[in-house]
């Protein structure tokens, strides 16, 4: 298989796994045309859209797709009924796209009914799970997406995790700001910006690289909850996870 992330709009990726055979799927297209052009440029034939949730920079480019392709099935969650999706998914569901089998993970807190799609090792996260962050809760509660958190931390090491946008820059500087003595969050930083200034993503990531830079994914840790003001363990690891989320929307 082959990953592709293609940037669009200001900064998301829209991602494209390419079975290596001439065909492919593709994930979250926000806009048609950077879709399109890549289809004809590696010579592509897609054989689903896999939609995370209903937000436009997520689906905005469903519908001039389908123009092209019409028989183009279009996996999503129920929140996008009438956003372009053609088969509706929940959590535990197995679809099978290109010879592959995807699982629906349900992971809400940014929207309601967000979903992710994991194909070992793959998992299509939309704004869920970010590169050393998380996606702002619009609907959700912080409790929802802690559970979410914990649902996609029980995948394997190896895991690679394709969020939807390009954030680590900032997330990672908010992470240096809570624990500035932290020295992975520090070298990984260092490593981020250097990509970056060759205008190079930073994504895709690792689960195992997350659980050691990503705070959201160490609310058990017993330093990190005293940096947050928790004078003792916490009875619901929910409530650190709250904390930094109310921290991260004022940094």
Known sequence: MNLISIPALQDNYIWILDDQQGHCTIVDPGEAQPVLDALRKLELTPDAILLTHHHHDHIGGVAQILAQYPA??????????????TTLVEDGDIITVSGRKYRVIAVP??????????????????????????????????????????QLSQLPDNTIICCAHEYTVSNLKF?????????????????????????QPSVPTTLQLEREINLFLRCHDTDLQKKLGFDRPPEHLHSVFSELRLRKDSF
């Open 109 to 150: 807190g940014h929207t309601l009914g967000h979903v992710a799609f994991y194909s070992a090792p793959y998992l299509f996260c939309g704004d869920t799970l970010f590169s050393a962050g998380c996606g702002r809760l619009f609907e959700g509660t912080a409790e929802q997406m802690y559970y979410s958190f914990q």
């Open 72 to 85: 183009l099935p279009v996996y999503g969650p129920h929140e996008t009924a009438n956003k372009g999706a």
């Open 175 to 199: 992470a240096r700001a809570i624990l500035p003595q932290d020295r992975q969050i520090e070298t990984y930083q260092q490593q981020v910006m250097a990509l970056r200034a060759k205008n």
